[in-house]
């Protein structure tokens, strides 16, 4: 007989909401995150903005991010 499996809490994707990365999409990226269902959080400027929007999950940047990145890497 198969052992359950222990319940997982999936980290939310954080996505940055300083100016570089709003302006590049990450506003958006929000909204998209919200309409499926995905938790996240907004978080301040992670001095990454060479590559915004920036998001992260479990401390891991995820650079230009995109809705498909973040279905990828959870
Ligand atoms: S504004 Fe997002 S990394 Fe700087």
Request: hydrophobic letters at 35%; one cysteine or more; aromatic letters at 2%.
């Amino acid at each position: 007989m198969a052992k359950p499996k222990a319940a997982t809490k999936t980290a939310p994707i954080q996505v940055c909401h300083g100016q570089n990365c709003r302006d590049m999409g990450g506003l958006s990226l929000t909204e998209q995150c919200q309409r499926l269902g995905i938790g996240f959080e907004s978080i301040s400027c992670q001095s990454l903005c060479n590559h915004a929007p920036t998001a992260k999950l479990n401390s891991v940047a995820i650079l230009r991010a995109n809705l498909d990145k973040i279905l990828t890497v959870r």
